[in-house]
């Protein structure tokens, strides 16, 4: 852990023409309604951005030199690794470089950050969320394994392992944070705090101002559902 750094391509280099937003098959299934309230920012307050819900497993048929804006950080490492011509760049990093975005206040919340493990050796990432945390009035208190450091919450090891020994590891990566509030920016690490005994913080609802909800939590179920979308998309 802390070793490799990937770079992030540089925001206003990105040609808007070829500029799209994918949000994964876990938020599209999550809140779909969601996906066309980040759009509705972009559009407002990026620039003309295109939707694009090609799955991150298939080819995304886009032009050499798109630009995918992801919030899923396996669809960034996937996008960016498989597939010749295609960049891609975080949606934390393009709302926190957009300059007095209007979000919620949620002053006298306190959390503690889980960061997703394909995002490890994206430190301006880790940064970028966290100043749109406290753009919102939230204080962090952070784990001793975040950003680079950062340890899987579990659901990456599904189906190589039982899903009993997953559970322990949501329970381990959960105890490790110091607050009982956890913010995290992907859709099974929200599942695996809540079982881990956690309160979980979308870092998309926040933006919204909505209600996490863990919802399915039985993680044969829940992947079952993703695998559909996979299939689908």
């Known amino acids: 852990m802390g070793g490799i750094r990937i770079p992030s391509i540089e925001i206003y280099n990105i040609d808007k ?42 080819n995304p048929r886009l032009a050499h030199g798109s630009v995918i804006i992801n919030n899923c950080a396996g669809c960034d490492r996937r996008f960016r690794s498989l597939y010749d011509g295609i960049q891609t ?39 970028a969320v966290r100043n749109i945390l406290m753009k919102m009035g939230i204080e962090i208190i952070d784990s001793k394994f975040s950003g680079t450091k950062s340890i899987c919450c579990g659901d990456n090891f599904y189906p190589q392992l039982k899903i009993e020994t997953i559970t322990e590891l949501q329970k381990k990566r959960a105890a490790q944070m110091p607050c009982q509030n956890v913010a995290v920016y992907c859709v099974s690490c929200i599942k695996s705090m809540f079982i881990g005994g956690k309160t979980p913080y979308y870092l998309i609802d926040l933006i919204i101002n909505q209600e996490t909800e863990p919802r399915e939590t039985r993680i044969d179920v829940y992947h079952e559902a993703l695998n559909q979308y996979i299939d689908e998309h």
């Open 89 to 127: 760049i975080s949606l934390w990093e393009v709302l926190d470089s957009i300059e007095n975005l209007s979000l919620p206040n949620h002053n006298g919340l306190t959390v503690s950050v889980h960061d997703p493990c394909s995002f490890r050796p994206k430190p301006q990432v880790h940064s």
């Open 17 to 58: 023409k070829k500029c799209y937003f994918n949000p994964g098959c876990a938020l599209s299934i999550y809140k779909p309604e969601s996906v066309h309230k980040i759009m509705d920012i972009l559009n407002k307050h990026f620039g003309s951005v295109e939707l694009h819900n090609i799955c991150c497993r298939n």
